[in-house]
């Protein structure tokens, strides 16, 4: 690395680095800018417009600080403390007041601090303290909790509609399933080719593929689009911006410095723990008492849509080409696809199958983090724990190895 030798303004010699020398560039260039940012632009532009608006626009030096769910709290309420995925119950959400055409719920605490945010913020309308030409006078939610079920269901979809192309009659792969076993494999080898290969459902929680939203945590007062800086200047830069950020702040929620028209309920704050108090949960119980953890459902899951796949793909194409010697002719003879219900699956494959397809399928998402022999050991490893304990420890050691591999779990141990 060189370093590079330079004259202070006492006239003492100072040593700065390349890597120091770009970053004063950058901000030279950075504080010139305005906030363009959107995707779309060219990637050099993006980058210095995108530093912008992280080091400059967002007004940090006064006030709550914002939660940045772009660059280190991406999963803020989707895994807990442990950094496992997790997904709400639903029993434990309310609704809040809304113009909206459809219901919008938080998580039941959450929830009473928005009424008791809102009558205050109606309390300062009457007082005159807000002038009605921002952009928050009218606190309106817009969304707040969003069904996990349904992004997830539409995802698999799709992983099907990919699998079904590649296997159509027209393609010379198509004859390569022809019972459930191959088209476990020939599942598993496509997974391998698809640009986002998520499958499970606690991989795909981690996605980008799902909005903050599922937690029941966060509540949004517009819908724009939270790549487009510009738009974010307007609401940061608003008249009422900085009267939101200290309501916000005394009722126990956060600003989302990307999308400055969302807040985030803070579970570390103590005005949120005490409407937490009035359930009996706290932040070191929350994610035990309010969510489940995904790993131990995403064996079911993943059966039952991989039962799914295979019945929607015989009943589609029932029938496959294979080339075979009659009569001492070479012909290309129709087979009939082995039919199964999603009972004659589960009676004919136990846990043990399930769960090496499971730990392989695992891999893929994790872009093969394991070589085989190691892979070998962990299926190894979660078959013996199946049957001198049960599924459930096969399952937490399985979560337990992945994520450990993950760079996730190393990088935001301070998530809550």
């Known amino acids: 690395m060189k370093a590079w030798r330079e004259y202070g303004n006492e006239g003492k010699i100072t040593v700065t680095t390349n890597k120091e020398k770009e970053r004063k560039r950058d ?12 995707n779309g632009l060219e990637s050099n532009i993006l980058y210095y417009a995108r530093n ?44 809040v007041p809304s113009s909206s055409d459809r219901a919008i719920f938080l998580v039941d605490f959450v929830a009473d601090a928005y009424k008791d945010m809102l009558e205050y913020w109606e309390e300062a309308k009457i007082s005159g303290l807000l002038c009605e030409d921002s952009l928050f006078y009218n606190l309106d939610a817009k969304s707040g909790w969003e069904n996990l079920k349904n992004f997830y269901s539409t995802w698999l979809g799709i992983q099907y509609d990919f699998f079904a192309a590649f296997y159509s009659p027209a393609k010379p792969a198509s004859t390569s399933v022809k ?9 598993i080898n496509t997974m391998k080719t698809n640009a986002a290969p998520i499958a499970t459902h606690g991989k795909f929680i981690f996605s980008s593929l799902v909005p903050s939203n599922i937690s029941g945590l966060v509540i949004d007062f517009d819908n724009q689009a939270h790549d487009d800086d510009t738009v974010k200047a307007e609401f ?41 108090d009035l359930y009996g949960v706290a932040p070191e119980t929350l994610f035990s008492y309010y ?10 899951f993943l059966k039952t849509h991989l039962a799914q796949c295979y019945m929607s793909y015989v009943k589609a194409y029932p029938v496959f080409k294979e080339t075979k010697v009659v009569d001492g002719r070479v012909m290309s003879v129709g087979t009939e696809r ?27 998402e994790e872009n093969n983090k394991f070589p085989r022999k190691k892979l ?11 049957k001198h304990f049960d599924i459930y420890r096969a399952l937490e050691y399985t979560n337990n190895n992945f994520k450990l591999s993950s760079k996730y779990s190393k990088s935001n141990k301070s998530l809550y």
């Open 27 to 38: 901000d030279v260039v950075i504080r010139g800018m305005s906030p363009i940012a959107e």
């Open 52 to 95: 912008f608006y992280k080091k400059y626009l967002f007004p940090e030096e006064f006030g709550p600080q914002p939660l940045d769910m772009w660059y280190g709290n991406l999963h803020y309420g989707r895994v807990d403390e442990k950094y496992n995925p997790i997904f709400l119950s639903e029993e434990n959400l309310k609704p």
């Open 179 to 187: 019972n459930f076993d191959t088209f476990i494999s020939e599942y």
């Open 236 to 276: 940061i830069n608003d008249k009422l911006f900085t009267f939101f950020r200290d309501a916000a702040g005394r009722h126990g929620f956060l600003v989302d410095k990307n999308a400055p028209w969302r807040l985030i309920a803070d579970i570390k704050s103590t005005k949120m723990r005490e409407y937490m």
């Open 291 to 300: 969510y489940h953890k995904s790993y131990n459902m995403d064996l079911d």
């Open 338 to 364: 082995t039919p199964l219900t999603e009972n004659d699956i589960n009676n004919k494959y136990d846990l043990n199958f399930w769960l090496e397809k499971y730990i392989m399928i695992r891999n893929v």
């Open 376 to 386: 070998n050991m962990i299926i190894r490893k979660a078959k013996n724990l199946n």
